[in-house]
């Protein structure tokens, strides 16, 4: 079929190189052209797909990118893969509706038109349909075919590879369901039809409540079980011995990322306008997570103090300052708010993150500095964030001072966990 894929991030390039693969005619268009210049130059920005894949399906002609509207003319199948962020815990459409207008304006009777950006439930029937219609003049659901189908990325998930993981989807009506399933089985190797958008769109939503809702029980819990004098990493590795009926989620020093702080707060954002009520799980959750960097700084001047030592001025080094573990991601990272309090406490901060190109800006107002042994030992406190494997941690329980391990790594005398 002839493809688009618009927006080519970590969602939209996966997808359009995947079609393209497997015979597919694919455009690639992206507001940015930044980045539609890497893409011809076959340099690939996106860590699942590497820039020989992208050359292979440059080279062999079924995929090209481009910044140029008109070129979308003619899609049998156009895909939404733009972002959806909030701004000020307010869902920002705003990508999704200009996107739907330049298709719009390219659309033919006949053609297909997928969304795939979470967004909460309704999006794809109350706002990306009219806009649709509005633009081509076309009727949906009679001209032309829509649906949702949730992205399921897990950036460098070894188990589970793009196309192995199974895929939802969903029409406006039958026909609709029955292209856009015939499309995703051409490239996902199990799809699972829904009988509409707003099931897709709610299930992609359940996937990550349900992490962030447990994620923050788990918080919760290390803030409780500390004081209580529990072990809570122990208490929590004991459970996961249950062979059934649990998941094991750990404590951190909050939840970032692009997906997590922000899905489940559009699914709450929609249920206080339309029915005027919280959706209380997702509210406390996002109340809980938001609270840990502030839980941590406490721990730590707590540390301090008991070794006679004021948080003013002391050398605090921060270890593994992105969202994840062994990522290079910075988005909604914790380790923002951990600086941004301890600065404001007088500290003076430093941060060593060897995910991080050396020469890239971080919106972090540390220092960046190695993890070396002498940055360690010169350290009045190590905190421990995100313990990368490019660590050396033996060294750190070392030659550190005193370290607040946030993800249970290392053992000492000088060492506490969350
Ligand atoms: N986190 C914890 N404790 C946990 C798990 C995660 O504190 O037990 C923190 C992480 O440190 C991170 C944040 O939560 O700061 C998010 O972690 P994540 O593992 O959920 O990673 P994300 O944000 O990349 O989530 C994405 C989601 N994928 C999609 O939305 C398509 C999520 O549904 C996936 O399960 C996850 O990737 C994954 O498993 O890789």
Avoid at 13 to 19: D, F, Q, S
Avoid at 30 to 43: F, H, M, N, S
Avoid at 83 to 101: F, K, Q
Avoid at 347 to 353: I, M, P, Q, S
Wanted: with cysteine; proline share 7%.
């Amino acid at each position: 079929m002839d493809v688009v894929v618009a927006g080519q991030g970590y969602v939209g390039l996966p997808l359009a190189v995947r079609a393209a693969e497997v015979g597919h005619h694919v455009v690639g268009y992206d507001v940015d052209p930044d980045r539609i210049k890497r893409l011809t130059a076959g340099d690939s920005y996106v860590e699942d797909v590497a820039s020989s894949r992208l050359r292979a399906v440059l080279d062999s002609g079924s995929y090209s990118a481009t910044a140029d509207a008109a070129a979308v003319a003619g899609f049998d199948i156009a895909v939404i893969t733009v972002p959806t962020p909030l701004r000020d815990g307010v869902p920002d459409l705003s990508y999704i509706r200009s996107c739907a207008r330049t298709l719009g304006t390219h659309l033919r009777p006949g053609a297909t038109v997928v969304l795939e950006s979470t967004t909460y439930p309704g999006t794809t029937e109350e706002l990306l349909l009219p806009i649709l219609e509005e633009t081509s003049g076309l009727e949906g659901g009679v001209d032309f075919l829509a649906g949702f189908s949730p992205e399921r990325i897990a950036p460098g998930n070894a188990r589970w590879s793009f196309e192995g993981t199974p895929k939802v989807v969903s029409g406006i009506d039958a026909k609709s369901l029955s292209v856009i399933k015939g499309f995703y089985d051409s490239i996902f190797q199990t799809t699972v039809p829904v009988s509409g958008p707003k099931v897709a769109e709610m299930a992609k939503l359940i996937e990550n409540v349900y992490r962030f809702v447990n994620i923050s029980l788990v918080n919760e819990l290390a803030t409780l079980a500390a004081p209580l004098g529990v072990p809570i990493w122990e208490a929590i590795d004991a459970a996961a011995t249950k062979p059934f009926g649990f998941m094991r989620f750990t404590p951190g020093p909050g939840v970032g990322g692009h997906c997590l702080p922000v899905d489940p707060l559009f699914l709450s954002w929609k249920v206080r306008e339309d029915l005027g009520v919280p959706f209380r799980f997702v509210e406390l959750a996002d109340d809980v997570n938001r609270r840990m960097p502030d839980y941590v700084v406490g721990r730590l001047v707590q540390a301090l103090a008991e070794r006679h030592m004021p948080v003013k001025g002391a050398r605090i080094l921060l270890l593994g300052l992105t969202y994840k573990y062994n990522a290079s991601d910075l988005r909604n990272s914790p380790s923002a708010r951990v600086a941004e309090l301890l600065v404001s406490l007088g500290a003076d901060v430093r941060g060593a993150d060897p995910n991080i190109p050396a020469g890239e800006d971080t919106p972090l107002n540390v220092s960046r500095v190695e993890a070396s042994a002498e940055e360690v030992a010169a350290a009045d406190a190590v905190v421990l964030l995100m313990d990368h494997t490019r660590f050396d941690l033996p060294m750190v329980e070392k030659h550190a001072s005193y370290v607040l391990d946030c993800r249970n790594r290392l053992s000492g005398p000088n060492i506490e966990t969350l």
